[in-house]
């Protein structure tokens, strides 16, 4: 079985991020790089799929220049066996991901496509549902545990929603969208890291896959958190239900 | 000259770091207090296959070089493991060379794989109460019996081997009044560590409680002859190749402690308010930061400098034993300006750094004294005569 797993560079979840003073974006000199942490969920789930089968192909794909090499040899060093980097230098939007994504699931025809619900620099959320429309294909978002039918056609997936859980099933092939408990990512052993090192990331450009790339979305500005006021310390219970009371008027 | 790091060598890094974030600092003030074995620890490690990292990859290692480990040992010493995580992997990550260069196959093709799995941890026995530095001098002795060898005598400041199962064991096979050369007359054995002729004795010390330093009582230990590691008489030719090596471990090691407990002091300055202001502000806190950190850095230097040259085939005997000075005297200097960062603080266990200053002042001892370093200077690259 085939899995592509898609793979987004984003910003080290540890790091401290600057919004830049003209609101234009954020300061990117000494921030570091990782592969979105939803993916890596949903790499991690392919790799699972992949070793209980005994079989397979897990295939990363990402979006970007150059640099993004580094996230890619980090799956490859997770296991997976091979990869592809639509090479692209301008910013795109959640439709236009997708629909470079659609061309890339074309080419090469997986059964499963994983991919993390949401990015955590943008949070959008949409890349996965997007993709799932324009294939045609069913779609199982905020998966938090996936079970494949014994003859591979179709899956179970567990979504976590609002107050609960749903079980939902298709016939594959179909797009699953990882939540946080899904599953806990493993770190690349120093084999797989050898491994990993000859293993093929193929290069595509993005201007060639006839894919339509026109933004359609404009970021105008961002804004950094504003920041949160001190407590206030109290000494008694009583205090305390006096000002969530009188002061905060929440009780 | 080039200063990058490889992609491998990042990924390396970035790896390591990740495992280690899984063993924060509560873990090994925890273990600082028990006294056990960081197991789960030591386990991951094997898990993700680096312990064979300079193993050469027909034994199922990785085979590269002495900077890649020197970038481990830096890295979990600078999660927080410090010294305790350090020991317990230092020897599986390097002190099997001499096993692996003049083994027989037999014992390589039974022993790397397990050891490789972290199944069988070994101990290096090679010091002893009455030889110290002067390694010549020993005096715990293999004598031919049968189709082996009886050892018998004392060995100290053996670390790990409450856990060991083998040891790479330095004995005299020619008392040393008849070899033509002292270094002559010594042989190396991959011995077990029979519970029945080893009695084992835990020394109590000041820092590293979780990793074990012993005494070894030897009392007519057999070891056969297919354990005798190269040519009889030879062994401290064997053991002299990892000393290098050894030295540029040690001195990574203190460049990630020292760079651990300047992260924290510098983290405890910006947070702690006196005088309505951060500390950090002072010049008094900032300078000695500031200035430790400029002096772990040059010290790391040195240590890829040397793990450079030894990777390359070079000597590196100056580059190996000036990392080792420079990054123990810039690591204890890092970890007791960050107690004095911290004030009170600095001084309780909760802290950390206090740890790391236990851990730290062993490396101005071991593995060799910092005074048999300039010794090495003073003698072998300044051309002075020896002063001992």
Redesign the interface.
Known sequence: MKVLVTVKRVPDPETTIRVKSDGSGIETDNIKYVINPFDEIALEEALRIKEKLGAGEVVLVSIGDSVV??QL??GL?MGADRAILVGCDQDLDSLAVARILAKIVEDEGPQLVLMGKQAIDDDANQAGQMLAALLGWPQATFASEVVLSDDQQAVKVTREVDGGLETIGFALPGIITSDLRLNEPR????????K??KKEIKEVAAADLDADMSPRLTINSLEPPTQKEAGKKVETVEELIGLLHDEAKVI | MDFQLT??Q???C??VR??CSRFPDEYWRERDESGEFPWEFYQAIA????L??TIPREYGG?GLGITEAALVMQTVAECGGGTQACSAIHLGIFGLEPLIKYGTQAAKDKYLAPILRGDIHVSFAVTEPDAGTNTTQISTFATRSGDGYLINGQKVFITKAQESKKMLLLTRTTPFDQVEKKTLGMSLFFADIDPEAVEIQELHKLGRKAVDTNMLFIDNLYVAKEDLIGEEGRGFYYILDGINPERILIAAECVGMGKRAIERAVQYAKEREVFGRPIGKNQGIQFPLAESFAKLETAELMVQKAASLYDQGQPCGKEANISKYMAAEAACEAADRAIQAHGGYGYIKEYDVERYWREARLFRIAPISQEMVLNYVGEHVLGLPKSY
């Open positions: 090499t580094e040899r980090t060093a770190y690349a052993s120093l084999p797989g890291i050898m990993a090192r | 992609d491998e990042e990924e390396i970035k790896q990740a495992l898990d993700g296959g680096w064979g990292i990785a």
